[in-house]
């Protein structure tokens, strides 16, 4: 047996149209902030129409739709849908499984062979269990890599899609129990807050760019400070939003370490953990044009509209 990919299409827009029925049927971005030059994170199939992608700025995505609307994006709560989607699975089929993005997640079927006589059973299976506890539109397809079975997954309607035999190598996952990247670092005279800040900031800083480099991002942060006497003071700070940035995390323990908490430090150690997927969404690249081309959209059938 081999990978098993679980796609929830459109993950953000199913979430939100969750807490918001009154969205249903009409076209939505999720952007990043309110401001006309962030990017679109994630499109209804409606807006999707009208030319809308990820990756488009939030001014050229109006200028093709007027009529949409325009909310914050709510990556955090699709890494949360995913979390409890994984945590289901381990506790009730199989450990062997990753999130890897804000949409889907990895399964590996080798510890499965013993519930399912087939890939195609433990798919159809796995993907029922999941709809059954979330609610949520997953699609499934089985692959002898994470590319391949994401490929059958986005491929899929409601029946699990399963990839040929090739010649292709398998895969299999990589699990770690709680990454997280740790530093720690002293100097020789207690510091005033502003030099202890600035460490800290270069300290988050290396983190973040090996984790932009990996394409991942982290959630929690963990700061330990000690001072001269050997008092040592902590404090565990989470985020629901994922982090990308040093100036993410900073901010984050800006609002709980004050000058009087950096006074007199001498030591310091500091703790990225809840390491996944990256959220970030990269510009399209080449300006697009806001003109519509071609003649008016024909309007949606409910069927396409639910297989979107």
């Known amino acids: 047996m081999r990978m098993l990919c679980l796609h929830f299409p459109r993950l953000a827009i199913q979430l939100l149209r969750g807490d918001r029925p009154e ?32 990756g488009m700025l939030a001014s050229a995505a109006r200028a093709r739709c007027p009529r949409a609307s325009f909310l914050p994006d709510n990556a955090g ?28 997640l990895f399964v590996d079927l080798d510890g499965l062979r013993h519930l399912f006589p087939d890939e195609e059973s433990a798919a159809a299976g796995i993907a029922t269990l999941v709809r059954s506890w979330t609610g949520l539109d997953v699609r499934a397809g089985v692959g002898p890599t994470r590319e391949a079975a994401l490929a059958a997954a986005r491929s899929a309607l409601r029946q699990p899609v399963v990839a040929q035999l090739g010649d292709e190598p398998g895969e299999r996952l990589q699990l770690t129990p709680e990454p997280a990247f740790v530093a720690r670092a002293e100097w020789p005279a207690p510091s005033n807050p502003v030099a202890v800040r600035a460490r800290l900031a270069r300290m988050v800083a ?36 994922p982090l990308h940035h040093a100036a993410e995390a900073l901010a984050l323990l800006g609002d709980h370490l004050d000058d009087r908490a950096l006074s007199g430090v001498a030591a310091a150690e500091l703790r990225l953990s809840r390491i996944g997927p990256s959220t970030r969404i990269e510009p399209i690249g080449a300006a697009v044009p806001v003109g519509r081309r071609g003649g008016q959209a024909m309007p949606f059938r409910a069927s396409l509209a639910r297989a979107s």
């Not at 949360?80 to 890897?100: G, H």
């Not at 090996?210 to 001269?228: F, K, P, Q, T």
């Open 23 to 54: 969205l249903s049927g009409k076209p939505v971005a999720l952007v990043a902030t309110a401001a006309d030059s962030a990017l679109v994170a994630a499109v209804s199939a409606e807006l999707a129409a009208s030319g809308v992608a990820p």
């Open 206 to 241: 290396t983190f973040a760019t090996v984790l932009a480099a990996r394409g991942e991002s982290y959630r929690r942060v963990h700061v330990s400070l000690v001072d001269a006497n050997g008092a040592e003071r902590t404090l565990a700070l989470a985020s629901h939003e």
């Open 77 to 104: 709560d699709c890494l949360a849908a995913l979390d409890d989607a994984a945590s289901i699975l381990r506790l009730r089929a199989t450990p062997a499984v990753v999130v890897a993005s804000r949409e889907h």
